[in-house]
């Protein structure tokens, strides 16, 4: 049998892309903390003149699950999106693509470098939604 070089390269491209996916989620993404711990979430929307912040005190390991755990006080929505779980509302205001809106997220005062399924919580740390346009 005979293997084509377009072939071949697509076999090596998707290895090399499986390795890399594999080194990362190994070796470079945030670990989560076990443990009580508290955490504070800012939710900030000008255009309703909202500045609210809760604090919990919570076992939670990442940002997604205390979201996803207290969804109704918070008034998140959380949409499938192909990148993972993406926040389209807070304090029950859903950001709007037609006016370029959508919740920035900062998390001690640092722009967020992933989505919230990836975001470790941390004690003491300080998780920041504000809406945004771009």
């Known amino acids: 049998m005979i293997v084509s070089k377009k072939s071949l390269i697509i076999v ?12 990362y ?4 993404s945030p670990e989560s ?23 919990y005190n919570t076992d939670d390991e990442y940002l997604l699950d ?4 207290n969804k109704d006080e918070i008034g998140v929505t959380l949409t499938d999106s ?4 993406m926040v389209t509302a807070m304090m029950d205001y859903e ?14 005062g640092k722009d967020a470098e992933t ?10 740390d300080k998780y920041k939604f504000e809406l945004t346009s771009y």
């Open 95 to 108: 950001a709007k693509e037609s006016e370029q809106e959508f919740w920035q997220i900062q998390v001690n």
């Open 33 to 55: 903390v076990e443990g009580a711990k508290e955490v504070k979430i800012q939710v900030i929307n000008e255009k309703e003149d909202v500045d609210k912040t809760f604090t």
């Open 115 to 124: 989505g919230v399924a990836e975001i470790p919580l941390t004690d003491g």
């Open 82 to 85: 192909d990148f993972g779980k």
């Open 66 to 69: 205390l979201l996803e755990n």
């Open 25 to 28: 989620q190994t070796f470079l």
């Open 12 to 23: 090596i491209a998707l290895v090399l892309a499986l390795g890399l996916v594999f080194a």
